[in-house]
């Protein structure tokens, strides 16, 4: 069975610091990769997605980097953290193809991230 | 461009009555619509899909939802509430012809009153 996990779980940084969130995938091969972030009150916003190593779709522009050097493994950093980028952070998984479960994404249990 | 919109940031029932979430959507081509639920501090989980097909959906623990295209809206409704549904729920869209992206509402808080 596949299973996603996403570390740390908890991270308090100073501003200006940096940062690496990591997520990796086991159980499935070229999933398609997600980075979301939920500020409180502000619902889930798409942050990158990737449907292949090395290939990065940014959706907002922002103090944040992802990357993908594998397969099933999915990174977000930043050089110099900001106050805003304050939140909990959620990886997930898709299949990049095939029914049934086509569009159904898989979620990591989250890290969250406190700038002070 | 596709949009999700939830009504209600936050709603509350008594155990027992009837939940009605609202989510209303944006495409310019057919979506698969879904409904996720999140409870606090964790990952989010699906409760059910509108692919094609039967426009009357059924989920997990009860819940459903019905697609209606000419309202664009994807409602989900529970007949009767439990203390254990209390949690964050999210409708999302995706649009499987374009994009990999999927994008969600802001979502919707349910509170159960005993």
């Known amino acids: 069975s596949q299973t996603i996990h996403q570390w740390p779980a908890t991270l308090v940084q100073p501003v200006g610091s940096p940062l690496s969130l990591e997520c990796t995938v086991e159980?499935?091969?070229?999933?398609?990769l997600y980075w979301y972030r939920q500020a409180a009150g502000r619902g889930l916003q798409l942050l990158f997605y990737?449907?292949?190593?090395?290939?990065i779709s940014s959706e907002v522009p922002q103090n944040l980097s992802a990357s993908r050097p594998q397969d099933r493994q999915f990174i977000l950093s930043s050089k110099k953290l900001l106050l805003s980028d304050s939140g909990f952070y959620l990886c997930a998984w898709m299949p990049a193809s095939g029914l049934p479960i086509a569009g159904e994404l898989f979620f990591g249990e989250g890290s969250r991230l406190t700038v002070l | 461009a596709q949009s999700v919109t939830q009504l209600g940031s936050h709603v509350s029932v008594s155990e027992g009555a009837l939940v009605l979430l609202r989510c209303n959507y944006s495409s310019s081509v057919p979506p698969y619509l879904f409904w996720y639920v999140q409870y606090p501090n964790q990952g989010l989980q699906l409760l059910l899909k509108y692919t094609t097909g039967a426009t009357l959906v059924k989920g997990i623990n009860g819940f459903e939802a019905e697609f209606k295209k000419s309202e664009t809206s994807f409602h989900l409704t529970k007949p009767s509430a439990h203390m254990s549904d209390a949690a964050e729920y999210f409708c999302a869209v995706w649009l499987y012809s374009s994009a990999s992206k999927i994008i969600f509402g802001s979502g919707t808080r349910l509170s159960i009153r005993p």
């Open positions: 990737s449907v292949g190593i090395g290939q």
């Open positions: 159980g499935t091969s070229n999933p398609n």
